[in-house]
């Protein structure tokens, strides 16, 4: 079924309708029954759209259908010669039927009340023995009173319009064959309430398959999620058991070859000590990527402290021992800085050193230098580039070292951004060598707001 026939069925454009039937698809492939539903959705998108359109247009059939009982002067209706009207003047009769035919305007918006004045003028109009074909606009407000009213009122009204005609058919007006007309009266009267209630169902039928669509569609939603977050929990458990594996492993042997190096006295030892602590760092890492895919916190018991300033000594006596000469110093109360502030330093250093270890090579030089003061604090760090006479990497290897930003760039930018840092990167004004400058603009003392720590998704610089 087409998106405009779901939303005729729903009453609402662009609803969402329930599954199409072949019995409606053939309704719609009919050629009379198919013009007959266009129709009626465009009739329901001119009433949606104008909604006072079709209040006028009701009102005013049923003031042509009073026309010819107020132009005649013949006192017959439908059930033979009823009441005695020619003894009121031409105005009464107009006044009632006036009073009976605008009421209907407000039929949708006051069912109730449209209903029970157009009954209280209607049986005034029979308690003074006249009977008009105006009267058909009862049965077009006990109509909208079951479409749109409280059912409730509902009773009440069928309950009125069943004494008022009996009323008025035996009682006030004189009505050739009564029992005829409290048949038929009756008869329409029930129609009118059929209709409206039929109506109003079908209305509440199809809302109830409009949320239950909508409701099918947030079930879909969250088995999607709930699939991806069983997807995560897969990949993090099998990450644990090969890569983690895998790790411990690498740091066990490295531990092993190291305690062997140091008892022969070999030179290697320190090396293997390393290889054992980076990969101890790694398993870490690891586990807080795994509490991520997991989604949960499960994890965070076994986490190391975030790094701060004080790890960067160790990182700088890694570099050192990977070949590559730095010097360090620091100016100013660097422990006064909030946890996240100290994260973002030690981040920056550590990426700043890895590019220089990958595209400058060991025979360089690097100088780093953090100074705090005054609300600011500045990164420095700085190297010689590639030694005079030395192989320069391949640009492959190097990455160009140009002012594209690589990963490690825009996470230094990133993290720089959190604080409202300025960064430069770029060529050294001596015209060789590399240089990476970030200011960040934080307070001096630390904050409890201003110490959260990033999240672990961002804490991993290539």
Not at 186 to 194: E, V
Request: a neutral charge; charged letters at 20%.
């Amino acid at each position: 079924m087409s998106e405009e026939r779901a939303a005729a069925a729903a009453g609402t454009p662009r609803a969402t309708a329930p599954s199409s039937s072949p019995g409606l698809d053939a309704a719609w492939a009919h050629p009379l029954l198919g013009r007959l539903l266009r129709g009626q959705n465009r009739h329901q998108l001119m009433d949606r759209r104008y909604p006072w359109l079709l209040d006028t247009a009701v009102v005013l059939v049923v003031a042509l259908l009073s026309l010819p009982d107020l132009l005649s002067d013949s006192s017959n209706g439908p059930f033979g010669e009823t009441g005695n009207r020619d003894q009121l003047p031409y105005g009464v009769l107009v006044v009632f039927a006036v009073a009976q035919i605008v009421p209907l305007w407000w039929r949708r918006r006051a069912p109730e009340v449209t209903f029970f004045v157009i009954l209280l003028v209607s049986v005034v109009q029979w308690s003074l023995g006249v009977w008009q074909q105006a009267g058909v606009s009862a049965l077009v407000a006990l109509y909208a009173l079951a479409l749109y009213g409280s059912l409730r009122a509902l009773g009440w009204a069928a309950a009125l319009t069943l004494a008022g005609l009996t009323l008025a058919v035996t009682v006030l007006v004189h009505v050739e064959h009564p029992l005829l007309g409290l048949f038929f009266l009756l008869g329409t009267a029930t129609a009118a309430i059929t209709i409206g209630l039929t109506l109003r169902i079908r209305g509440m039928y199809l809302a109830a398959l409009e949320d239950r669509a909508r409701r099918l569609e947030i079930e879909r939603d969250q088995r999607a999620q709930l699939t991806a977050a069983a997807e995560r929990s897969r990949v993090a458990r099998e990450m644990h058991d090969i890569v983690g594996h895998n790790l411990s492993v690498m740091v066990g042997v490295a531990d092993g070859a190291a305690t062997l190096a140091a008892n022969r006295n070999e030179q290697s030892a320190e090396a293997l000590r390393i290889l054992g602590d980076t990969g101890r760092q790694a398993m870490g890492e690891l586990r807080r990527v795994l509490g991520v895919l997991r989604g949960g916190q499960e994890d965070v018991r076994l986490l190391s402290p975030q790094p701060g300033i004080p790890d960067l000594d160790p990182l700088v006596a890694r570099v050192r021992a990977a070949g590559l000469t730095v010097t360090y110093r620091t100016v100013g109360d660097l422990d006064a800085l909030g946890g996240g502030v100290q994260l973002t330093v030690y981040r920056i250093v550590q990426e700043s050193l890895t590019n220089t270890l990958k595209h400058a090579g060991t025979g360089s030089t690097a100088e780093v230098s953090v100074t705090a003061d005054a609300g600011t604090v500045r990164i420095r760090v700085t190297d010689t580039g590639v030694p005079p006479g030395a192989p320069a990497p391949t640009p492959a290897e190097s990455g160009q070292r140009t002012d594209d930003p690589g990963n490690g760039l825009v996470g230094i930018r990133q993290r720089a951004a959190m604080y409202g840092g300025a960064v430069t990167v770029g060529p050294r004004d001596t015209g060789h060598g590399w240089m990476v400058d970030v200011t960040l603009d934080v307070p001096s003392t630390p904050h409890p707001s201003a110490t959260e720590e990033p999240s672990a998704s961002g804490d991993h610089l290539s």
